[in-house]
Nanobody, 123 residues
Framework: QVQLVESGGGLVQAGGSLRLSCAAS????????MGWFRQAPGKEREFVAS????????YYRDSVKGRFTISGNAAKDTVYLQMNSLKPEDTALYYC????????????????WGQGTQVTVSS
């Protein structure tokens, strides 16, 4: 089992920045990739970004490219999401997720999920 704990959410004005963190514990060495998802009220959960530990490959949804950056630490047990130029439409509950396997696409196959951290962007 892997436990994920997110932190760093909050309230920020449009154009501002936030940095989310996600710490993995338990069998973190079994994790192949970690990612961030988000869910806004009344909407489905959507993929935001992911990083794989093999080659540190990163993937982003189109709407956050150039504004968000995903990264990880050398121990491969913590992932960060630096969010710049935030927009009101980025408001959502952000979830950290981890998967043990390599997937053809970066937004499927996640085995573990955190509880989420709220990000609110005011206009």
């Amino acid at each position: 089992q892997v436990q994920l704990v997110e932190s760093g959410g909050g309230l920020v004005q449009a154009g501002g920045s936030l940095r989310l963190s996600c710490a993995a514990s338990g069998r973190a060495s079994s994790v192949y990739a970690m990612g961030w998802f988000r869910q806004a009220p009344g909407k489905e959960r959507e993929f935001v970004a992911s990083i794989s530990w093999g080659g540190y490959s990163t993937y982003y949804r189109d709407s956050v490219k150039g504004r968000f950056t995903i990264s990880g630490n050398a121990a491969k047990d913590t992932v960060y999401l630096q969010m710049n130029s935030l927009k009101p439409e980025d408001t959502a509950l952000y979830y950290c997720a981890a998967r043990r396997t390599r997937q053809i696409v970066p937004f499927v196959g996640y085995d573990y999920w955190g509880q989420g951290t709220q990000v609110t962007v005011s206009s």
